[in-house]
């Protein structure tokens, strides 16, 4: 599965998940001593998968904060990003700007068809947040969701289809429209986070309209 990784490599889920950590959250999330996370993180980053760097607070000691390399992002893979790339550019040269457009409306259309019958059983808005979350997360974004005093932000730690959509900003476009439309229009949702704009995820405020 894409969001498996090995037994050993756990600490690389963790700093996907949560983003740059010091040693003692990591340890705590592995359930392990600190000397013991710290061994397995000097590990991977031999294997160049994470990095630490130090971090200067206040009047206090430097903290040492580890996060994840290019090659440790990539233990995370895009799925069938070669050829989803290669079968968009074909799109765009067969069809043109024009017919390239009306094929994104028309997967747009699909998804929300899609979404909205999985969803069907949601009841409000907390339901169907998580029903959304679910499905997400079955399509590889590894997805989580947590209630705020505005509404709801659903985030999404991994982006499957980055290298499609780095090369066609419109897919990003048409999943905003699909959250909206299947959330109803008794909700507004803003992406808060973008990782194509240089976040390490991408994030949703989803607010009830007063």
Not at 50 to 60: C, D, P, S
Request: aromatic fraction near 6%; proline fraction near 3%.
């Amino acid at each position: 599965m894409i969001n498996e990784v090995a037994e050993n490599e756990k600490a690389i889920r963790i700093l996907k998940t949560r983003g740059p950590l010091p040693l003692q959250e990591i340890a705590a999330d592995l359930k392990i001593t600190t000397e013991g996370a710290r061994f397995q993180l000097l590990k991977l980053a031999n294997e160049g998968l994470v990095q630490a760097t130090t971090v200067a607070k206040g009047r206090g000691r430097p903290q040492q904060i580890w996060s994840l390399t290019a090659a440790g992002n990539a233990r995370f893979p895009d799925r069938h990003q070669e050829l989803s790339l290669k079968l968009l550019q074909s799109m765009r040269e067969i069809l043109g700007a024009e017919g390239f457009r009306t094929v994104l409306e028309a997967n747009e259309k699909a998804g929300v068809r899609q979404y909205s019958q999985e969803m069907s059983d949601a009841a409000d808005l907390e339901s169907k947040v998580r029903a959304l979350t679910d499905i997400r997360n079955r399509e590889g974004y590894m997805a989580e969701y947590t209630k705020t005093p505005e509404g709801f932000l659903l985030v999404e730690n991994h982006c499957p289809i980055y290298v499609a959509a780095k090369d066609c900003n419109g897919l990003c476009g048409s999943e905003l429209a699909i959250f909206q439309a299947v959330l109803g229009a008794a909700v507004t949702v803003t992406r808060a986070e973008h990782i194509l704009s240089g976040s390490r995820r991408c994030a949703y405020l989803i607010q009830p309209q007063e």
